[in-house]
Structures are given as C-alpha cells and as structure tokens.
C-alpha cells in the first residue's frame, strides 16, 4: 500500500525550543493532515491542508503543504510540557477516496 | 456532542473467544472507519463505511467483520480472537458537506484489546 515517510522518529528537546518534524511520498496527495495523540487517548486533529503551497497555522503550530504534492511539514514554536505526544501525518490520495494513509508517528518528548 | 464513543476502553480475551467493539458517533457523519494501532506503528485501516448499510475492507480486513445498520453506529466484530489481533483499536468519522467530502477524521478514545 501507500506509504508515507514520516521524520524524525523521536525527538527530545528543552522547552522553549522550536519543533519542526515532516512527512514525505512518492506519491501525490490532495490533502494533508496533522494529528496529535497523548498517552492513552485517541488522534486529535491539529491542522487541515487542502492546496498545494498552503501555509496554516493553529497557535503555536504552523503546517505547510508541499507545492510537489509530495510532502507536507509541521513547526511547532516555543515548545511547552503538553506538546509533549506521538504527531501523525496523514494524506488523501487522489481519486476521490475517503480513506487516509497515515505515517507512523514522530514521538516529541519535552524536558521542563 | 460528545463525538466519537467507544465502548470497552479495555478487555482482555482467550484465544478463540469473539467480541464486539462498538463505536457511535452524533457528529451525524457519514463515513466511518475502523483502525489498529500496533506499538511505534502508525493506523492501519480496517474497515470503513460511507453510509448507513454500506462498508468496505480496508488495509488490513481479515479476521474482522462489521456492519452499519444506522448512520450512528459502527461496531467492529472479531469472531475468532488471536494473539495478533492484541493492538488498540480506534474508531473514526468524518462527514461531506455540500457535495465535497470534509476529510477530517476525529478519533474515539481507543479500546486497548488483549488477546492470550
């Protein structure tokens, strides 16, 4: 199936410093996603990207869609204790299809 | 709105047992999906639906059956448990709105499954 290439896998930073993380394909895709998952919960949405070149932040969070299609990064500024988590991207594959294709996760880890 | 439900958040099942993961949601969304997460992996897809009575397999559909009788409720059946079935298991939903599918999907809390 489709993959994407997610990095880094893990991170370990001091607070206050700035995150930033990225997903790459060999393949095209119409729509990107970020999510977010703290210990023992389900994925929660972060940020949508729908167009190629698009720049969206969400506070402390600003994510970007690859003009190649191919590839898609999220920043996290000014890193606090509760950024700490797994960050998920996830894309939309051509065709009209509703499923996504996910990558396998870059786990933050935040030291106060 | 409580969004996405899902009901156990944990059980533990012998080799061999059935069981039935249930998930609702009140978002009125029409897709559904059903994913596992297995330790420093990403989701893989299971099952999903696009409407009531509809469903289709996904990435990784052997050993699991589902159904959608309501446009709410989407429960995943496991008939034969095995211990590679042990992974935490997550329920999702996203919607379409004026003809263009929305493709956010918003999780449930996740059921934690072990199989011995």
């Known amino acids: 199936g489709q993959q994407l290439n997610q990095s880094p896998q893990s991170m370990f930073i001091q607070e206050g410093e700035d995150v930033s993380m990225n997903c790459t394909s060999s393949s095209i895709f119409n729509t990107w996603l970020w999510y977010k998952q703290d210990p023992g919960e389900g994925p929660v949405l972060l940020i949508a990207?729908?167009?190629?070149?698009e720049l969206t932040s969400n506070g402390r969070l600003t994510a970007q869609f690859g003009i190649t299609r191919k590839d898609s990064f999220l920043n996290i500024s000014a890193s606090i204790p509760s950024d700490v988590g797994i960050y998920f991207c996830a894309g939309q594959l051509p065709g009209g299809s509703e499923k996504l294709v996910f990558g396998k996760g870059t786990k933050l880890t935040v030291n106060p | 709105n409580a969004g996405v439900t899902q009901t156990p958040k944990f059980r533990i099942l012998k080799i061999g047992q059935s069981m039935t993961l249930q998930c609702a949601q009140d978002m009125n969304h029409n897709y559904m999906y059903w994913y596992r997460q297995d330790p420093g992996m990403g989701l893989k897809l299971i099952y999903y639906?696009?409407?009531?009575?509809?469903?289709d397999k996904g990435e990784v559909p052997n050993g699991y059956n589902v159904s959608r009788s309501t446009t709410e409720d989407f429960p995943l059946r496991l008939e034969l448990a095995a211990p590679s079935q042990t992974s935490v298991y997550f329920c999702?939903?996203?919607?379409?709105?004026?003809?263009?599918?929305?493709?956010?999907?918003?999780f449930g809390p996740g059921t934690r499954l072990t199989v011995t």
């Open positions: 990207l729908y167009k190629a070149g």
């Open positions: 639906s696009v409407g009531a009575g509809i469903t």
């Open positions: 999702a939903s996203s919607s379409r709105t004026s003809g263009r599918v929305v493709y956010e999907q918003y």
